[in-house]
């Protein structure tokens, strides 16, 4: 995932420090490397200027970019009008963003809270901000600074499904600024306009949040958001961000938590019921559990004709394997299927039928590490063991809006040539 970018606005110089008799530079350093050591990318006036660059306005660009800012206050920042246009954009920022974006003033030896108050940056009201204090002589920042940062830190990758919210942005970073702060509006999340490092991030989040419709013709944000953003996107990107914000969009969070809770507590013999009438709705329910970039490894047994069903469901899951992971015995199967469960999650059989004792009882005997999702229409489908793991359904009618969607936007700006 993107580290978080931190603008530390400051005003430092040999002639001023030797003037003010301080240490700015070595207090920058160190917040520098602090930045660095917590994982987070230092945006500074030496690493993003250019000879010949305008360079507060180019500075107040990168600003737009980040995500928080460390606002040094040095003697000589007291009443620098550079280090006070960053700070109220900074504060900017905070307001519009509801407070995502931080603001961490700093007090640096000599530059007290009462001398703020009465410099320019008083009139930015500093104070009702949590401000970190740096005591004179310590060569390492205050214990405060970094476990603030760390927060910010903590919340970046930590908002849902960071690693999915990456792959998305990785795809629609190339989208205009304008459409992206369009799209951003159309699914009601906070952003910087025109912002475009921001507004890519914040837009992929958006289009994972969970929208729940009554079903087929409710106005949705998300096929809003698509109707923008699908045509802005290379061919080859339009599929796989239907493949995954369809299924995030539509089905429930319970049922994803669901499916990972069993994973989690089961090593082997897991079954899983659902409501469904289309096998595809049970795809889309493994995809939206997975919440990697790529979903579980999956498979959807066709019966072979003139077979007995179940040696032929096995037959086609045996297939799979092979051609999947190369596996030709079964001392091989075991092991491989833990290590690849480990690495990207427990290999899925989805069977569009309703199971019986026996199916599940054979099924389990020849594969006890896989993860078996039964989709049936029936309400009753499956009222077998009481261990199997209900999912959360769809209605009939959410089931039908979640396929309609899908296949709508796939036939229009998937299948359909440019």
């Known amino acids: 995932m993107a580290r978080p970018r931190i603008f530390v606005s400051h005003s430092s110089g040999a002639g001023k420090c030797a003037e003010h008799g301080c240490a700015c530079v070595p207090h920058r350093e160190a917040v520098v490397a602090l930045l660095d050591e917590l994982g987070c990318e230092a945006v500074v006036d030496q690493g993003v200027l250019r000879a010949g660059d305008l360079w507060h306005p180019k500075l107040l660009r990168e600003l737009a970019c980040c995500h928080g800012t460390v606002l040094l206050i040095s003697p000589h920042a007291l009443d620098s009008h550079y280090v006070f246009e960053e700070a109220m954009l900074s504060m900017y920022l905070s307001s519009v963003t509801d407070g995502h974006f931080l603001v961490l003033p700093v007090t640096l030896p000599g530059a007290g809270r009462d001398e703020i108050a009465g410099s320019s940056l008083g009139r930015l009201d500093l104070g009702r901000l949590d401000m970190v204090d740096w005591p004179a002589n310590s060569p390492v920042p205050p214990a405060k600074l970094g476990d603030r940062l760390r927060s910010l830190v903590e919340r970046h990758g930590a908002l849902p499904y960071p690693l999915v919210t990456e792959y998305l942005a990785g795809r629609v970073q190339d989208v205009s600024a304008v459409t992206l702060s369009e799209i951003a509006r159309e699914l009601g999340v906070a952003h910087v306009a025109y912002a475009h490092?921001?507004?890519?991030?914040?837009?992929?989040?958006?289009?994972?949040?969970?929208?729940?419709?009554?079903?087929?013709?409710?106005?949705?944000?998300m096929r809003k958001?698509?109707?923008?953003?699908?045509?802005?996107?290379?061919?080859?990107?339009?599929?796989?961000?239907?493949?995954?914000?369809?299924?995030?969009?539509?089905v429930p969070a319970a049922a994803a938590e669901e499916l990972r809770a069993l994973c989690a507590t089961a090593a082997e013999g897991r079954v899983a019921l659902l409501t469904a009438d289309r096998t595809t709705t049970a795809q889309m329910y493994v995809r939206r559990a997975s919440e990697l970039p790529m979903p579980w490894p999956m498979c959807t047994p066709v019966p072979r004709p003139g077979m007995d069903f179940v040696d032929s469901v096995i037959a086609e899951i045996r297939a799979f394997l092979t051609d999947r992971f190369d596996l030709l015995d079964d001392e091989e199967l075991l092991p491989w299927l833990a290590l690849q469960e480990e690495e990207s999650g427990p290999v899925t059989v989805v069977l569009g039928v309703q199971p019986d004792a026996e199916l599940v009882r054979r099924l389990l005997a020849a594969f006890p590490k896989l993860l078996f999702l039964f989709a049936h229409g029936r309400t009753d489908a499956g009222g077998?063991?009481?261990?199997?793991?209900?999912?959360?359904?769809?209605?009939?009618?959410?089931?039908?809006?979640?396929?309609?969607t899908y296949r709508q936007f796939f036939t229009q700006w998937v299948k359909a040539r440019p």
């Open 197 to 221: 490092d921001h507004a890519h991030y914040v837009v992929s989040a958006g289009l994972l949040s969970e929208r729940p419709v009554a079903g087929v013709g409710a106005v949705c944000a």
């Open 225 to 250: 958001a698509l109707h923008r953003l699908l045509p802005a996107l290379r061919q080859d990107d339009r599929g796989e961000i239907l493949d995954v914000v369809v299924p995030f969009a539509r």
């Open 384 to 404: 077998g063991p009481a261990e199997h793991t209900r999912l959360t359904a769809l209605t009939a009618g959410q089931e039908r809006e979640m396929q309609q």
